[in-house]
């Protein structure tokens, strides 16, 4: 009788326990397909005339294109979440510009290729003061100028990475391990890297921010140059007035016919608010290393610095001193940006001055949706035959961005 009584139990037992299993795997089945179709989704397409006149080329560039962007981010089961991200870009009518890709090198170039791919796809895991994951992302630090995404081009750039993002207090951190970048011209493939590490922290003060960075990358090409770029930068804005002060140093090796090269690299502002305005004076050095090698900003956002006319996104050998004043002034619900450049080499016996450009920007939102910008760059180069930058070269953008 005991024997069939226990019997009995361990069979009850054994049920309870499949039910219980039962039960639990299909709560977990639910809670993973409840996070994959309850994420969010959003979107943003943008259209875009671009005109570009350079002086050495006789076709003017005219770049018609749309950039499509489809983000969808699952919920959060167990603390892990994906983001997938689908970008397509799509040039209109016929290519009359060199996108670096169609072959029409009578035109100048307007670096915005028609192709389409998935441009993130990034498992993360979210837990206190911390985000981390692997996959393919955009990656930007501080102002872009050292690790960016290239966001005024149309095709992102992106990275293949395991990475962490993270803040303790005052104290922020990020640190990525990078595999594969993405420039703005590839789709289906990219530039393979190896012993990249990008490592950025901040720390808040009551006056500003302070900031340290090192970034070690190599690109895996059978080139064996490494270059190693690091430095620290403190920021703020007390009151009416804003202060930028940054200094860094880059070294590379095997980077001019097998010798190394070392440079610094200085960028500092000040300005003052008036009102709803803003002035800024600012100063930025991308030095040379004996005229052989002008400092890199191989991952940067680099549209952002030196003129939108795009004349400086790689640094000459001769390196560059850009000296500029900014003005922003708000007006009838726009916003009206202008700047004055003034450009010349670090280290150069052959010419003394690169040229002068003026941007013009007006931007305006209409909603939350909508924005619209216009953005004029005339470059007017100092004329000597030894100056590498010694065309003019003038473009007109005009954009509409509407997201969802």
């Given at each position: 009788?005991?024997?069939?009584?226990?019997?009995?139990?361990?069979?009850?037992?054994?049920?309870?326990?499949?039910?219980?299993?039962?039960?639990?795997?299909?709560?977990?089945?639910?809670?993973?397909?409840?996070?994959?179709?309850?994420?969010?989704?959003?979107?943003?397409?943008?259209?875009?005339?671009?005109?570009?006149?350079?002086?050495?080329?006789?076709?003017?560039?005219?770049?018609?294109?749309?950039?499509?962007?489809?983000?969808?981010?699952?919920?959060?089961?167990?603390?892990?979440?994906?983001?997938?991200?689908?970008?397509?870009?799509?040039?209109?009518?016929?290519?009359?510009?060199?996108?670096?890709?169609?072959?029409?090198?009578?035109?100048?170039?307007?670096?915005?290729?028609?192709?389409?791919?998935?441009?993130?796809?990034?498992?993360?895991?979210?837990?206190?003061?911390?985000?981390?994951?692997?996959?393919?992302?955009?990656?930007?630090?501080?102002?872009?100028?050292?690790?960016?995404?290239?966001?005024?081009?149309?095709?992102?750039?992106?990275?293949?990475?395991?990475?962490?993002?993270?803040?303790?207090?005052?104290?922020?951190?990020?640190?990525?391990?990078?595999?594969?970048?993405?420039?703005?011209?590839?789709?289906?493939?990219?530039?393979?890297?190896?012993?990249?590490?990008?490592?950025?922290?901040?720390?808040?003060?009551?006056?500003?921010?302070?900031?340290?960075?090192?970034?070690?990358?190599?690109?895996?090409?059978g080139s064996n140059v490494g270059t190693q770029t690091y430095g620290a930068l403190l920021t703020g804005a007390p009151g009416n007035f804003i202060y930028r002060a940054e200094v860094a140093a880059q070294k590379r090796d095997k980077a001019n016919a097998g010798a190394d090269a070392s440079v610094n690299y200085y960028h500092m502002i000040a300005g003052m608010k008036v009102s709803a305005m803003k002035f800024l004076l600012g100063y930025e050095l991308l030095g040379s290393d004996s005229g052989n090698y002008g400092m890199k900003a191989d991952f940067g956002t680099n549209h952002k610095f030196n003129g939108f006319a795009d004349q400086f996104l790689s640094t000459p050998d001769a390196g560059l001193k850009d000296t500029y004043v900014t003005a922003v002034i708000p007006f009838s619900g726009m916003k009206f940006v202008a700047t004055y450049h003034s450009f010349k080499p670090d280290n150069s016996s052959s010419f003394d001055d690169y040229g002068t450009e003026m941007d013009l920007v007006l931007a305006r939102k209409l909603n939350r949706q909508v924005s619209l910008l216009a953005k004029y760059a005339g470059y007017s180069a100092k004329k000597n035959s030894a100056n590498p930058k010694n065309n003019d070269v003038s473009k007109l953008i005009v954009q509409a961005v509407y997201k969802f």
């Open positions: 009788m005991l024997k069939k009584i226990a019997g009995n139990s361990v069979v009850a037992l054994a049920v309870a326990v499949s039910l219980n299993m039962a039960v639990t795997s299909s709560a977990q089945a639910a809670g993973f397909n409840e996070a994959m179709t309850s994420g969010t989704f959003k979107g943003s397409l943008r259209p875009r005339i671009e005109l570009v006149d350079q002086e050495n080329i006789s076709d003017n560039a005219q770049a018609t294109t749309v950039r499509g962007a489809f983000q969808y981010t699952t919920g959060t089961w167990k603390g892990l979440q994906l983001k997938a991200e689908l970008e397509t870009v799509m040039g209109i009518g016929s290519e009359k510009y060199n996108s670096s890709a169609n072959g029409n090198t009578q035109y100048p170039v307007v670096a915005d290729p028609s192709g389409g791919h998935f441009n993130r796809m990034f498992l993360l895991h979210k837990g206190e003061g911390y985000s981390a994951g692997y996959g393919r992302d955009e990656i930007t630090y501080d102002n872009h100028r050292w690790i960016g995404n290239v966001g005024w081009r149309q095709n992102h750039q992106t990275y293949n990475s395991a990475k962490i993002d993270g803040k303790v207090g005052a104290l922020s951190y990020h640190a990525a391990y990078v595999t594969k970048r993405y420039k703005i011209t590839q789709y289906a493939t990219g530039e393979d890297m190896k012993n990249t590490y990008f490592l950025n922290g901040a720390y808040d003060l009551s006056f500003g921010k302070l900031t340290a960075y090192y970034y070690d990358y190599e690109f895996d090409n």
